[in-house]
């Protein structure tokens, strides 16, 4: 008996050790990716324009939140967009949320955020 209950921990030893090493793993994996896209602070210059291999990058500020925009028709569609329409770019695409997320922000249900995504893409894609 003595010799099934060490057999016993030491499976679950291996087991948690397993578990351990594979977590850790995953967690590591994943802080070096996202350190590996941040972009460093001192790289960005948030002036009216910047200017990278002769091409002007303007940047525009969206609900306090600044953006560069590298291709002007984009600045100019973004700036023609209501509050909502804005915050529902920033929220997506940015933030990375769910349309469920974002309507219960905007007080709509998940299909009106749908709906809102439809019309704001098909506008988009019609002025540029």
Do not use: C, W
């Not at 003595?2 to 090493?21: C, G, H, M, P, S």
């Not at 990716?33 to 948030?46: D, G, M, R, V």
């Not at 529902?88 to 933030?95: A, C, G, R, V």
């Amino acid at each position: 008996m003595n010799t099934t209950d060490d057999r016993i921990n030491a499976q679950l030893t291996k087991y948690f050790q397993t578990v351990i090493t594979n977590a850790a793993a995953q967690y590591y994996k994943k802080k070096f990716t996202l350190i590996e896209k941040e972009l460093s602070e001192e790289s960005l210059n948030l002036e009216n324009s910047l200017f990278v291999n002769e091409l002007t990058i303007a940047d525009i500020t969206i609900l306090g939140i600044p953006l560069i925009i590298e291709n002007n028709a984009l600045l100019q569609a973004m700036e023609k967009l209501s509050e909502s329409e804005q915050y529902f770019l920033i929220e997506k695409f940015i933030f990375d949320k769910t349309d469920r997320e974002i309507g219960e922000v905007l007080g709509i249900s998940r299909q009106g955020v749908t709906n809102l995504k439809h019309r704001l893409y098909k506008r988009l894609y019609s002025q540029l």
